[in-house]
């Protein structure tokens, strides 16, 4: 890789947590994986296995206390118990809030919206989750959904 294209990568950093749903990061990894300029990689409380909804268990790349600076935070779904973990545990929402506000694109897929919204990033913004949550989603602030 030469210097030019090392200068504009950016950072693409996935938070995890057990009983996250693969599909919502492991797809977009692989596809994002293939944009020039972006790279993907997966963050954890812990660099141990994390166990999907599916049963898979993957490891992320790097630990909330050692990885590289985060400019595209996305937040992937999961199943219920796994986000609500991630709305509650202070540990993964104080990260969730430091690296988005540092990033300079913060999203996420599907039911993904609510550990944000917990962390406070959505401020006056529009946003969307899975269908059946989405009046749920209205009651955590500042946002239209």
């Known amino acids: 890789m030469d210097d030019a294209r090392k200068g504009s990568e950016m950072n693409l950093g996935f938070p995890l947590y057990q009983g996250v749903t693969l599909a919502d990061f492991a797809g977009a990894t692989q596809v994002l994986s293939f944009a020039e300029g972006l790279r993907p990689f997966w963050v954890a409380q812990h660099t141990g296995p994390i166990l999907t909804t599916e049963g898979v268990a993957v490891l992320p790349n790097y630990s909330f206390n050692y990885c590289p600076r985060i400019d595209v935070l996305f937040v992937p779904g999961g199943g219920p118990g796994g ?10 929402r104080d990260f969730v809030k430091r690296a988005g506000l540092l990033a300079k694109w913060i999203g996420s897929v599907c039911t993904g919206a609510f550990p944000v919204a917990a962390a406070n990033l959505f401020r006056d913004v529009e946003v969307t ?13 500042n946002k239209q959904v």
Do not use: K, S
Not at 83 to 92: Q, T
Not at 129 to 141: E, R
């Open 129 to 141: 989750t899975y269908w059946n949550q989405i009046d749920n989603l209205t009651l955590l602030g």
């Open 83 to 92: 986000v609500i973990w991630a709305m509650c545990d202070m540990c993964y």
